[in-house]
């Protein structure tokens, strides 16, 4: 079945540094992948919806400049935290779907923790 | 918000079927039913989905009501590897766009 892949699967870092996420998918095409966020306890909360070529389209109270999303290629999109803090220290996911059809495949997520 | 009612959690004894009901009397004609379970600190899994028929695959069953106002996840036989949380979802069309996920059921599988 279609797999998507992130990594890291975890990461520490400190306050007021940036942070790379990569999701790939394995063995499908994908122009559109979805970075989630979830905080302890919370359910996934979508962040943006990231487009091959194209800018990402962010939810309503995430901050653009703040998480960096590029779509490269159909088989990459990176989420890149930017001058982190504490408060950003939650699980993100992404997600992507075979170009047209069948359900959406999630990654197993990264831990980012910032101190 | 979601458009799903779900129980927040419930217990099943394991080898013994699971069944999690789920709540969508608002449901739209052309959405779709999707299950998702979320084991701890995992991404989200793809379980099963369906329209208004009755579905089943390797891991579970989905039953639709008629009226397609409510729906039930049947897992068969639980494991303790089924513990997790479970998510019922609609969404538009067989192809997928975003997915917004509610609270969820914790069904905890116990020996």
């Known amino acids: 079945g279609a797999v998507v892949s992130q990594h890291p699967s975890w990461v520490i870092c400190k306050s007021g540094t940036s942070v790379k996420i990569e999701c790939r998918s394995l063995?499908?095409?994908?122009?559109?992948m979805f970075w989630y966020r979830q905080f302890p306890k919370q359910s996934l909360m979508l962040m943006a919806t990231?487009?091959?070529?194209?800018?990402?389209?962010?939810e309503q109270g995430v901050e653009k400049d703040k998480f960096l999303i590029n779509h490269a290629s159909l088989t990459l999109s990176t989420l890149t935290v930017t001058s982190a803090h504490p408060e950003d220290s939650s699980f993100y996911i992404c997600?992507?779907?075979?170009?047209?059809?069948?359900?959406?495949?999630f990654g197993n997520g990264t831990r980012l923790t910032v101190t | 918000d979601a458009k799903t009612t779900q129980p927040p959690s419930m217990d099943c004894a394991e080898g013994r079927a699971a069944n999690l009901p789920c709540n969508h009397s608002t449901i739209s004609g052309n959405e779709y039913v999707y299950w998702y379970r979320q084991i701890h600190s995992q991404g989200p899994q793809y379980i099963i989905h369906?329209?208004?028929n009755n579905e089943t695959n390797e891991m579970a069953s989905l039953i639709i009501t008629e009226d397609r106002k409510s729906s039930t996840l049947i897992l068969p036989h639980a494991t303790l590897r089924d513990t997790a949380v479970y998510y019922c979802?609609?969404?538009?069309?067989?192809?997928?766009?975003?997915?917004?996920f509610g609270k969820g059921t914790k069904l905890s599988v116990k020996p």
């Open positions: 979802i609609l969404n538009y069309g067989g192809s997928q766009g975003n997915l917004i």
């Open positions: 063995d499908f095409q994908a122009t559109t």
């Open positions: 990231s487009n091959e070529g194209s800018k990402a389209t962010y």
């Open positions: 997600s992507a779907r075979i170009v047209g059809a069948g359900p959406l495949h």
């Open positions: 369906g329209l208004k």
